[in-house]
């Protein structure tokens, strides 16, 4: 059975740090894995989405890389910015369908100015 | 409308009633998921759909839910007989490629979300 599991639960940083949020998959027959940001009262929204033969993407101050046969992926952020909080999801995509994403719990962002 | 949408936002029901819940995924994406979200939690699977056939629905619950996309296009959650435990945030996604072939090009996009509470 796929677990995904983010650490750590919260986070609170000062404004302008880098920092590394972690999500780790038991299963790591994966074909992609998805990071989203949640913000409170919103729906979830797509980050980046790295292909199983990738190892890093990139959008602006995000970087995520990916390392299937140790089952992790870190989502980069550099110079954090007050607008960067809100909750940070990974997921997976688990079953032969491949339509059943398996989310972690997320981290709670928290970028103080 | 470039998004997916869900109707409606914020639903309050009494327990016993039926509810349905509306998906309208972004034009032209062929998959179409549920899922539900507790606080503190991560979203879980309900089901999903690849145009209007039901592909996996594993993670209904019981069979007081129930989805449907007759079309191909809008998606319908229904559940009946509602009782509190089913109180939270229900989300629709979508994507383009096919889920179950390639999934390595699946990006999922997700709606804003409908809040149920079960009175």
């Known amino acids: 059975k796929q677990e995904v599991t983010q650490i750590p639960a919260a986070l609170s940083v000062p404004e302008g740090e880098n920092l590394v949020l972690n999500c780790s998959f038991t299963?790591?027959?994966?074909?992609?894995l998805q990071w989203f940001r949640q913000d409170p009262g919103k729906g979830l929204t797509s980050l980046l989405l790295i292909q199983s033969s990738q190892r890093e993407q990139t959008s602006g101050r995000l970087n995520a890389s990916l390392d299937k046969s140790s089952g992790r992926s870190t989502l980069y952020i550099a110079a954090s910015q007050p607008g960067d909080s809100a909750t940070y999801l990974c997921?997976?995509?688990?079953?032969?369908?491949?339509?059943?994403?398996?989310f972690g719990k997320g981290t709670k962002l928290s970028v103080k100015p | 409308g470039a998004g997916v949408s869900q109707s409606p936002r914020y639903k309050v029901t009494k327990r016993g009633q039926d509810v349905a819940l509306r998906c309208d995924p972004i034009s032209g994406h062929v998959s179409l998921y549920w899922y539900r979200q507790a606080l503190g939690q991560g979203p879980e699977f309900l089901t999903y759909?690849?145009?209007?056939?039901?592909?996996?629905k594993s993670g209904l619950p019981n069979d007081r839910f129930s989805a449907e996309r007759p079309e191909g296009s809008i998606s319908t959650l229904t559940i009946q007989r509602t009782e509190q435990r089913d109180s939270a945030m229900y989300r629709c996604a979508s994507s383009f490629p096919l889920a179950g072939g390639d999934g390595s090009y699946n990006e999922q996009f997700f709606g804003p979300g409908t809040r149920l509470t079960v009175l």
């Open positions: 299963d790591s027959a994966i074909y992609n």
């Open positions: 759909f690849n145009y209007e056939a039901q592909q996996d």
């Open positions: 997921a997976v995509p688990y079953g032969g369908s491949q339509g059943n994403l398996i």
